[in-house]
């Protein structure tokens, strides 16, 4: 691992452990164990360090969604459904990454292509929904972006503990099945 790549790891691992204040240029460096001036030679901005955090936390969920469908059956609705609780696993296990990921100033500055790498894992969650609700009167991208709205309401909700508080759950499952069924329908 290449030093570049080390210093975004560690900025991510400090991220989701301490939060968004603790991740700086400085203190990423002293954890790496390099002087403080070294991530400045591949990060000159403070946003491109949290660009390059969020791309990797994009790519890493990418792989956990491929992992969750590699071998699923050839269902749209049970694929939607891994889809979904990988979603949700990746923002309990990666809180920092998660929020930060989908950080309006991120996402529109351009930095790494952060915007082609959020882009696609949407348009597979549109595809799914097209198969699952062939000629339905609600375009596909609508539906998509409703249900993933309510999958990051959920991952939000779980993260604060409202959700577990106010349904008494210690698993989001249930209430992701009830996000599916309310957007596809009753699986066959």
Known sequence: MGLRERLVQVGGELLDRD?????????????????????????????ELLSAIARDGFEELTRRAEAALDGAPDDPYQQTALLGRAYLDFAADRPGRYDLMFRHDLLESG??????????????????????????????????????????????????????????????????????????????
Not at 25 to 35: D, K, N, P, Q, W
Not at 116 to 131: A, C, H, N, V
């Open 111 to 188: 930095h790494l292509g952060l915007r082609d790498t959020s882009l696609p894992l949407f348009r597979q969650l549109s595809k799914l929904i097209d198969q699952a609700r062939p000629g339905a009167d609600v375009p596909s991208d609508v539906v998509a972006g409703a249900l993933w709205a309510n999958l990051h309401g959920i991952a939000h909700l779980w993260q604060l503990r409202s959700l577990p508080l106010a349904t008494g759950l210690t698993d989001p499952q249930p209430v992701l099945d009830a996000v599916l069924t309310a957007h596809l329908g009753r699986p066959t």
């Open 19 to 47: 939060g968004p204040s603790a991740v700086t240029l400085r203190e990423i460096a002293r954890r790496a164990g390099v002087s403080h001036g070294a991530p400045r030679r591949y990060f000159p901005t403070h946003l």
